[in-house]
């Protein structure tokens, strides 16, 4: 199947193809970056200062020094308060506004020359990419890109609004956001298509309702709004649409396997998840996963596995995907909680958990001697149950260090071999920190025998 998103090589980093017939979706009217005259600016677009600012980057000369082209756009942002509000209610031309500006810049000498800053950075969003090497960030004035190695910023656009989801397609610079916070950088109800190299908006989807999450896949695009689970193909045309139940938080896996892709999601009926096999045409099936509510679910690399929990978030459970079978049931807890996040190893041997009582719980899905199990021969019923339950064998107790209703997300590491003794995940915080736990599966230690954390906002380090 051709795609507008052609990968140049094994690591999927994925440039636009040119020479595909792009979407049939409306073409971003976003504004346009880096424009060489102001006359090359609509009339009456609403510019933002950001772009000024990069567009003065660009403009420099070989020596630093500013060019005239770049004076032109310079001069019309300056800290004058009245040229800011005729900026913003402008209704003549960029020549009669320049006009305005550079009798203003008359009676000030003062440029400003950094234009946003994102000083606070508070969180709307963060998320893994596929292969969980890169993590996104989105704020009240833009988004973020680190690596989560060594935690450098790869990339980052600030706008005057916030960002609600920042959806990536692994390692490229394809980016789907959607706006959010208070003031949204773009409408709440409409995916935006970023080409991040060209720092420019591609394409835009709109919906008509507010969206709670987005999805991309090498040739899948995937929206959640409340009641609705929408699919485009690599065309940006809409193939599916199928009803869910309410799901104002957007629980929605698919797998990253490129030749298996799967996709999963609550149903109408409580309890329900629907199934969807899309490298094999209509396939589907409903998994009966639960008598409460779905809170949370997670698919393995190639689909075959699924994971979720309820709104009761005291059992974990995983199934086959293809005949929906329950293979395995793991206890959380014994009280209720809500579970921020659920994710199996590349090699699916393993589950990690989240939940707003901080704790981080680690399964294993092929060893049942590896969890931790009770029994008591003298109690039955539900009681029973709770003691004869698989429990997690390692544990992060997060509340101690003030994570408890703090939310977050958490991925594997790659393993460096199958029988490698040390399990490591990196888990990301509303706090804006990212943990990275290092469990030892031989030890039989519940405790992480090593914790790394890190600021990604201040990009400071802590042992």
């Known amino acids: 199947m051709n795609n507008w998103l052609q990968p140049t090589d094994s690591s999927l980093e994925i440039i636009p193809n040119n020479n595909q017939q792009q979407p049939t979706t409306k073409v971003c009217t976003a504004t346009p970056f880096f424009p060489k005259n102001l006359e090359d600016i609509p009339k009456n677009h609403p510019l933002d200062h950001y772009y000024y600012h990069q567009l003065k980057e660009k403009r420099q000369d070989n020596n630093n020094n500013p060019t005239s082209e770049t004076m032109n756009i310079y001069r019309y942002k300056s800290d004058n308060q009245e040229q800011s509000k005729s900026s913003n ?50 704020t009240e004035q833009g988004f973020y890109v680190y690596s989560v190695y060594s935690l450098k910023e790869k990339t980052k656009m600030l706008f005057h609004g916030g960002i609600g989801i920042v959806e990536m397609l692994f390692k490229s610079n394809i ?59 690599h065309e940006m045309k809409e193939i599916s649409r199928s009803a869910t139940i309410d799901n104002p938080t957007g629980i929605v896996a698919i797998s990253p396997d490129t030749e298996n892709i799967v996709l999963a999601y609550p149903a109408v009926q409580p309890g329900m998840i629907r199934v969807e096999h899309l490298s094999y045409g209509d396939k589907k099936n409903y998994i009966k996963a639960h008598e409460s509510k779905i809170s949370q679910i997670a698919l393995n690399r190639d689909g075959t596995r699924l994971a979720s929990a309820s709104e009761k978030g005291t059992l974990v459970r995983v199934f086959d995907t293809s005949t929906g079978e329950l293979v395995k049931e793991v206890r959380r807890g014994s009280k209720q909680a809500k579970i921020y996040s659920l994710a199996f190893s590349d090699d699916s041997n393993f589950l990690c958990c989240s939940s707003d009582t901080g704790t981080i719980h680690v399964f294993s899905l092929i060893d049942k001697t590896q969890n931790r199990t009770s029994s008591f021969s003298f109690v039955g019923g539900y009681i029973a149950s709770i003691f004869t339950s698989e429990w997690s064998f390692g544990e992060y107790r997060g509340a101690e260090v003030g994570l408890l209703n703090v939310p977050t997300l958490c991925a594997f590491v790659p393993r460096k071999a199958e029988d490698d003794k040390e399990l490591v995940l990196n888990v990301l915080t509303a706090l804006g920190d990212m943990l990275t736990l290092t469990f030892d599966i031989s030890s039989g230690n519940t405790a992480p025998v090593g914790i790394q954390k890190r600021s990604f906002l201040s990009n400071e380090e802590k042992d």
């Open 89 to 138: 209610n402008r209704s003549g031309s960029l020549n009669e506004l320049d006009e305005v500006v550079q009798q203003s810049m008359q009676e000030s000498s003062g440029v400003k020359k950094e234009i946003i800053e994102d000083k606070e950075k508070r969180l709307l969003f963060f998320g893994f990419n596929q292969t969980n090497n890169l993590f996104s960030v989105g």
């Open 175 to 233: 980016f789907a956001l959607v706006g959010g916070g208070k003031k949204p950088a773009f409408a709440v109800d409409r995916v935006i298509l970023w080409e991040d190299s060209q720092k420019k908006c591609i394409s835009e989807i709109p919906t008509n309702k507010p969206i709670r999450a987005v999805k991309l896949h090498k040739n899948l695009l995937v929206i959640v709004v409340e009641d609705q689970v929408i699919v485009y193909d």
